[in-house]
């Protein structure tokens, strides 16, 4: 079978596993848990082979270390799988109970979305991560995983597969996709996959978002901004910027641009070259922010910015500088130039700071604090499947909550509209 | 100015519309309300320029209708506006407030989703329930009509936006496209038009989601099934299934396939001929369905339906008839020839109707009703902009709640996530 027949299928399992209970759905976390920790040895014998391949094909260090899947990520993935056992059902929720009418009863009731197409990076831990957040939700799962990672993941998936029809969910509602042309073939699946959540490079985000009608859920971008107002504690300032740009620098949810207020710049601007230049960051801004920054001579003219130029995401240790003269003119450049991700105000000024946590449109806005807190994790949801600067669905970082839809279940004893529609009968909505 | 830098100018004042009150939001309604009774003579004169242009292009009695704006309408639409006024304010709703750690707390705020591009059919009714539900959800709209109401929309569109910034909602926060070819050009702002929301033919639906990397939301088919079950009662199924047909033939939520449990078949296929015969519906069917409905020879041959014929939509007196053996085959019938709308089992039988409705994957499923009840008004929504057969976001009947998303603010103190990575601190989860 392709792609599309197995989707095909799939669509067609998806009811069993949105009405399996969420005692059948944890007994089959549980046993995932345990079968990765008997296969284990094999695990790690497949990850060595894509190791070995990948250190002969000179990949970067930091690749490297995404690619490993040792006994210490064997366990934080067993963790992981112990907290969403915790976790309560997300499906299966009465949102609204009302009486339209004498006899005639509406629920709304939370439900899986059904299908859904995830495509990631090469990093073996996120097929645990993603497949067992599908699994809890009651979602079947088209896995399609990095090409670095194949061995590793052939064998991940097989070990969790096994265990979860063994634990008795239905067969095939996980189905791992393995060659690259399966992307394109998945892409088409519109009739029967309900969502994509793409992961990885911009640019591969971006194609995906062009090449398919399944609603895409995810980020192409991350141009994250820290403003550093007027009243900002400066002292204070320093430390969130170099956390912000360096704590993990290929992060989506890093810094890529600084707006400084004119009138704290020339104070500012110096201590802040001093701390990004120990941290390893190359600063680029506006030419009033070099000068300030750098004697006129100090600096090479490709540094100097104009506006256009502030779309960057640099995914690196380089930074954008720009003076601004208000809190106003810092969200205007916000709203028009950033990626509506999460951008943050250094202030000690409550009028400046809501005035810029309720104009930015971002997915998150923060005051005085690391843009590195974009994370399921730090806001508490327990896992993430990624992080979505949609406005629709699920905006931030998304988990088990962004896995779910609802349905509308009304019943009733041979209720026409006929009747209301002509006056005979009349709606009482009342929330039971 | 084109659509596209209208909408790039919109989009910079959608953070200004989002941040009003929803005392401001209420008294522009009012004053909308009150202007819409000022110029109704202005407004009744347009709509005649409509109308005869209308009869003179021969349009049919039941368009006609549709384009009618008179006494009535106009009394229907400043209802509308009173109840959307008592409705609570869908914005700034705090839907998770936390505690990350000491002295970094979490809200999760609902706020307007920014920039709707609404595209509807030739009802000057819609123009009013449109731009009132995005003012009152916060939304900024661009509002294109159908052109055969063009003279009655440009005066509503007038009085409404005048009233609308006299009020003192920011001026930009509604736009009227007039042209055809503006719809194109519209579907190209996916930088600054957050949501689609067409309304029209399945054909003019699907080309805008052909056309367009902008998310849309709503419905392109609407291919309900009732299924009479071998528990029906089958002297309710009769007026449900004639209510269901007849009661408004061209809505979307109008039954078109009606599936019968076999054992029951003999018995009821023939009540079922005699009741939709007397409606003025054209049955169409299996040829075993065929059979039982009329004489061997008391039907035409392309009447007899294969599987494949199962996808359509008559919007049209004309409905399909099947039989199945069993509960499993209709929601196998409908998941895979529906269009996950809205669907209805008859039954007495509590386990089949369970089955049914946990099993169809619909955004309504119903028990012993009419399918025409898939409605915001019946639902008890006040309005809607809409009815969504997505899975995600707003499913069904579409309300204020379906035209919010959310942000996340966060507020500390130089808190840093190199902190949390270090293990020199620790997340402490604690709603508040």
């Known amino acids: 079978m392709n792609i599309q027949q197995e989707a095909h299928q799939m669509k067609l399992v998806a009811p069993k596993l949105a009405n399996t209970t969420v005692a059948e759905r944890n007994s089959a976390l549980e046993a995932i848990g345990t079968a990765l920790q008997k296969h284990r040895d094999e695990i790690f014998a497949a990850n060595q082979e894509d190791l070995q391949r990948a250190k002969a094909d000179g990949i970067s260090e930091?690749?490297?270390?995404?690619?490993?899947?040792?006994?210490?990520?064997?366990?934080?993935?067993?963790?992981?799988?112990?907290?969403?056992?915790?976790?309560?059902?997300?499906?299966?929720?009465?949102?609204?109970?009302?009486?339209?009418?004498?006899?005639?009863?509406?629920?709304?009731?939370?439900?899986?979305?059904?299908?859904?197409?995830?495509?990631?990076?090469?990093?073996?831990?996120?097929?645990?991560?993603?497949?067992?957040?599908?699994?809890?939700?009651?979602?079947?799962?088209?896995?399609?995983?990095?090409?670095?990672?194949?061995?590793?993941?052939?064998?991940?998936?097989?070990?969790?597969?096994?265990?979860?029809?063994?634990?008795?969910?239905?067969?095939?509602?996980?189905?791992?996709?393995?060659?690259?042309?399966?992307?394109?073939?998945?892409?088409?699946?519109?009739?029967?996959?309900?969502?994509?959540?793409?992961?990885?490079?911009?640019?591969?985000?971006?194609?995906?978002?062009?090449?398919?009608?399944?609603?895409?859920?995810?980020?192409?971008?991350?141009?994250?901004?820290?403003?550093?107002?007027?009243?900002?504690?400066?002292?204070?300032?320093?430390?969130?910027?170099?956390?912000?740009?360096?704590?993990?620098?290929?992060?989506?949810?890093?810094?890529?641009?600084?707006l400084v207020h004119r009138s704290v710049a020339a104070e500012f601007l110096p201590q802040l070259r001093d701390a990004m230049t120990s941290a390893g960051v190359h600063l680029r801004g506006t030419k009033d922010a070099m000068e300030l920054m750098y004697a006129t001579a100090g600096y090479p003219h490709e540094d100097v910015m104009v506006d256009e130029d502030f779309h960057r995401e640099y995914l690196d240790l380089i930074a954008s500088v720009k003076l601004v003269d208000s809190v106003e003119e810092a969200v205007n450049h916000i709203n028009q130039y950033g990626s509506h991700h999460t951008d943050c105000i250094l202030t000690k000024d409550d009028a400046a700071a809501d005035y810029f946590m309720a104009m930015v449109d971002s997915a998150g806005v923060y005051r005085n604090i690391s843009t590195r807190f974009a994370d399921g994790f730090r806001y508490g949801f327990g896992a993430e499947v990624g992080i979505s600067t949609s406005k629709l669905h699920a905006r931030g970082p998304v988990g088990l909550e962004g896995l779910v839809t609802y349905k509308y279940e009304i019943t009733g004893d041979g209720h026409i509209v006929g009747d209301y529609a002509s006056g005979k009968k009349d709606f009482h909505f009342l929330d039971l």
Chains 1, 2 share one sequence.
């Open 62 to 258: 930091a690749v490297y270390k995404r690619l490993k899947f040792n006994e210490e990520k064997l366990a934080g993935v067993i963790a992981g799988i112990s907290q969403l056992i915790e976790l309560p059902d997300p499906i299966g929720a009465v949102q609204l109970h009302r009486q339209l009418d004498e006899g005639l009863i509406m629920k709304r009731i939370s439900c899986p979305i059904g299908v859904i197409g995830v495509i990631f990076e090469a990093r073996p831990d996120a097929l645990v991560q993603i497949s067992t957040l599908c699994i809890k939700s009651g979602n079947c799962a088209i896995l399609k995983g990095g090409k670095e990672t194949v061995n590793t993941n052939a064998v991940l998936f097989r070990v969790i597969e096994e265990a979860a029809v063994a634990a008795g969910l239905p067969k095939g509602c996980l189905l791992q996709a393995t060659l690259h042309n399966e992307i394109d073939e998945l892409l088409s699946c519109d009739k029967d996959v309900d969502l994509l959540i793409p992961r990885g490079s911009n640019a591969f985000v971006q194609y995906i978002m062009n090449h398919t009608r399944i609603p895409v859920m995810g980020h192409a971008d991350g141009v994250c901004h820290i403003y550093v107002d007027a009243a900002a504690d400066l002292q204070q300032a320093l430390p969130i910027l170099v956390d912000a740009k360096t704590q993990y620098t290929a992060a989506c949810n890093a810094v890529e641009t600084i």
